[in-house]
C-alpha cells in the first residue's frame, strides 16, 4: 500500500477553492469577497459586511434597509424557545448553552425549507440563523446563570441589540461602534477550523443548522475561539499576581513551563502581525476609561506584549485585543467565546452557502501507524452484552 504524504494538522493543504475569503499574508491583508477586511470595519457596519458575506455583494441603500429590516424581525426567538432554554441545567457552560439552542433552532424551520440546498433557500435559513443567535448566545447564558430573560429589540440595531440583550441595557455609541467592530473582525477569516467543520458537516449535504452547531463546537476549543476568554482571564490573573510590574516574569515563568499564552501566535501568521489586532490595539486606550482598572489592564497586556515578542517572536492574534476589549466594554468573560461565534455566523453561512452549491464530500485518507496481521486469541467468546 503506498504511503500518501502526511502534513498533520492539514497545515498548509488547500482544501478548497472558495470565492469567500483569504489571508494574504504577504500583503498582510484579510481579504473578503475582494475587500479588505480592516477597511469593511472602519468604514461600515457589521450587517453591511454580513449582507456581503451571505449574498456575495455590499447592500445598496433599499438592500440594507430591507437587510436590516429583516434581522429585527426574525431576531426574536421563536416561541417555545424560551422554555427549551429555561430547561437548561444551571451552570452548564455559555458554549454548551449555545450549541444545544442553535441545534434546537432547526425545528422551529419549515422542513421543506430545512432540506432545500439551493442558494436561496440557505441565504434565508442563514439571514434567520444570524439574526436569532445572539438571542440564542444571550438567552441559554442568562438561563443556566439564573439571570431573567432579555427580549430581543427590533428597534435597535444588530449590535446595539445584541449588546442590549447581553447587558440589559442600551450602551452609549462609542460601546456600540467598537461593539460593532469586533463583530466585523470576527465576521470571516478564511478556512479556521470551525468553519472546515461546517464545511466538512454541509458537504455530506446536511442542513445548514447542522453546519451551524459543528462550528460551535470547534469554536469552544482554547486553541481557537477560546482563546479570548483565556485572553482575558491571563490578564486578571496577572493583575492579581503583581499586575504590571511583575506581569513579563510571569509570563517568562510560564513559558519556561512550556505553557501556552493564550491570544498569541496563529497557524497562518504565526510570526507576523494579525492585521484584525493591529485595529483592535487602537481601539483599547479609549476604552480603557470605562474600567477603574482599566490603564492599568493595558499596562500589563504591553507587558504581556513585549516579553511574547522578546522571547517567542509571537505576536498577539485577534483574541488578546478581543478579549481585553470585551471586559472593558463590561461584559462577562463566559461571553466572550459565544459572541466570537455570533459574529462568525455570517462568515459560516458563506461557506456553507458555497459548499451546498459547489462542494464534494470532503473524505480524506490516513496514514495508518497501527498493527496488522492480528488474530482474535484462540477461544475467546463473544462479550455477553
Ligand atoms: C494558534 C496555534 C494553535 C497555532 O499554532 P500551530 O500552527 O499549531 O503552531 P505550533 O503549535 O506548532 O507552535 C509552533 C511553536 O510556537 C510555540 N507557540 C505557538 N503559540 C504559542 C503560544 N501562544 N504561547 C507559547 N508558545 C507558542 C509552540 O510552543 C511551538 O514552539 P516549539 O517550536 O518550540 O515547540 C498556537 O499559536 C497557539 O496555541 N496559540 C494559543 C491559542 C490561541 O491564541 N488561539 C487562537 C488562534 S486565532
Redesign the pocket.
Known sequence: MTEVELRP?L?GVPATATSVSVLDTEAEQIVVRGYDLIELAQRLAYPDVAHLLIHGHLPDRSEQEGFCRRLAQAALLPPGMEELLAALPSGMEAMDGLRTGISALAGWEDPGLLADRSPEADRAKAERLLARAPAVAAGAWRATTGRDQVRADPELGFAERFLHLVLGSVPDADAVRAFDRILTCYSEHEL?NSTFAARVVASTWSDLYGAATAAVASLKG????G?NE??AHLLLELQAKGGAARAGAEIKER?SR??????????VY?RRP?PRAELLDRELPGLAARRPDGEELLQIAEAVRTV?LEE?G?YP????PIGIALYLLGIPIELDTPIFYCARVAGLMAHVIEEHEHGRLYRPRVAYRGPRGQHVPEGMAPSPC
Open positions: 494538522g497545515e479556521p482554547p486553541l481557537h475561539g482563546a483565556a485572553s513559558l512550556g505553557e501556552r499564552i493564550m491570544g498569541f501566535g496563529h497557524r504565526m494579525d511574547m517567542k509571537l492574534n485577534t483574541d488578546f
